[in-house]
């Protein structure tokens, strides 16, 4: 039993903490920030950092990880994820007839599927459970402790919804009153101060990105796609409460009013941002506010399964996000990926990439979006390039990605903090 246990705990330093030195070898490494192709990429990886990159000589212990006809990038990131919820044997019920135990492990498995995909840093903008519990800031600390093979994880644990809104999970199933009446540690608020505590529980427990609805969502049960539910004063005061932290604010936002409301409240980021009109590009541009616009998915969605309502709504903002996000690339709006999974199923998260390509932007733009934009949104420094001293989040793909956007699609090699998850040769 003894002999057991120490191998376990031997086996937990290595999976926790990879120190050994590794000479990464591959045909090339893409550097993100110049488009330039840099040929050969000779890349020193060491407690977890690239330790340095095309020396003239390499010390003789190190172990060589050879990638011949391999181009390097840096680790991709999804901005918009809800890693505990999935599609697979379940339908949305399972937020109210799954426990948080089983949603974690959910989670677990989603987040070894973006992993391997060569996404190494999600934003979880919201659990969609309503545990007391917060998962997805568990699921944080495992992936941080190494208990789990997941990306690193920025969690937002609960969204903040208007009391019988977008967030409201008794709207969203159509529950009877006094089924599920849900307050502001669950993120369901009415009035400024259960908003501030809202906040302030998410983020005592962990938060590290605060989500909150600005509008009403396209596939729920309200009436209206576009309207604004948050008001004003709620907005502003997330957004005072969370930056005191120095914690961004994401929101979500369909509709034009509540997009500007949210934007001039100071939030960070708004997800989805489907019905820009000039005013809210040049307000997103004038306070440097991202857009994720979690676009892809629409081409997945087959409308003619959803109900009518769904449907009807489904089919009047799908043309105005495309138009949104194509005038927004236009004008110089930071974008930031964002899939939306399990929407974009988990593990397919590239497949919004290859879709910011159809929507105006050049390869290398849409890789940006997942590398050096996304780590600016998410005020990581040292993350989301190749370059001596940063994070070793390093991706394989064949070929030369600008060329082949879809490559991205077939990740062979993917390395987190140093640690290699998939392709050791
Ligand atoms: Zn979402």
């Not at 903490?17 to 192709?37: C, H, N, P």
């Not at 991709?76 to 339908?91: G, I, P």
């Not at 009877?176 to 009446?181: I, N, R, T, Y």
């Not at 940006?368 to 394989?396: C, F, M, P, Y």
Request: charged fraction near 20%; aromatic fraction near 4%.
């Amino acid at each position: 039993m003894h002999k057991l246990i120490a191998a376990l705990a031997a086996l937990c330093w290595t999976q926790a903490v990879d120190a050994r030195a590794m000479l990464l070898k591959a045909d090339a490494y893409l550097d993100v920030q110049s488009g330039e192709l840099i040929k050969p990429a000779e890349i020193l990886v060491e407690n977890g950092l690239i330790a340095a990159i095309n020396r003239d000589s390499w010390p003789d212990e190190v172990e060589i990880v050879a990638l011949p006809g391999k181009t390097l990038l840096p680790g991709l990131m999804d901005m918009h994820v809800h890693l505990d919820l999935d599609f697979e044997q379940a339908d949305f019920g399972v937020v109210v007839t799954e426990s948080g135990s089983e949603a974690a492990l959910r989670g677990a498995k989603n987040a070894e599927r973006t992993l391997l995909a060569g996404f190494t840093t999600v934003r979880n903008v919201g659990q969609v459970h309503p545990t007391l519990e917060l998962i997805d800031v568990a699921l944080a600390g495992a992936s941080e402790r190494g208990w789990v093979r997941a990306p690193r994880i920025i969690a937002a644990g609960h969204m903040i919804s208007i009391l019988g809104g977008h967030g409201d999970l008794a709207m969203a199933e159509g529950l009877a009153e006094g089924v599920l009446e849900l307050g502001p540690e669950y993120g369901v608020v009415s009035g400024v101060d259960e908003a501030i505590k809202a906040t302030r529980f998410q983020i005592k427990h962990g938060a590290k990105v605060i989500k909150i609805h600005a509008t009403a969502g396209v596939m729920s049960l309200e009436e209206s796609v576009g309207a604004q539910q948050l008001n004003d004063q709620e907005m502003a005061a997330v957004v005072a409460e969370a930056e005191r932290h120095n914690i961004p604010v994401a929101a979500h936002g369909h509709g034009t009013e509540g997009i500007k409301a949210a934007i001039r409240a100071g939030v960070s980021s708004i997800e989805h941002g489907s019905m820009l009109d000039d005013e809210a590009i040049e307000l997103l541009i004038d306070r440097g506010v991202f857009l994720v616009p979690t676009n892809g998915l629409m081409d997945l969605i087959n409308l003619d399964l959803l109900p009518a309502q769904k449907r009807a709504k489904a089919e009047f903002v799908s043309p105005r996000m495309n138009q949104s996000l194509t005038a927004a690339i236009k004008a110089g709006v930071k974008v930031a990926l964002g899939t939306d999974a399990p929407l974009i199923p988990h593990g397919q998260n590239a497949f919004e990439i290859v879709k910011m390509t159809e929507r105006g932007m050049s390869p290398l733009q849409a890789i940006q979006s997942a590398t050096t934009v996304a780590a600016e949104l998410l005020r990581i420094d040292n993350l989301g390039q190749i370059k001596s001293g940063w994070h070793a989040d390093i991706i394989a793909v064949d070929g030369n990605p600008l060329d082949d956007i879809a490559s991205l699609q077939a990740v062979s090699f993917v390395m987190k903090a140093g640690r290699i998850y998939k392709g050791a040769p």
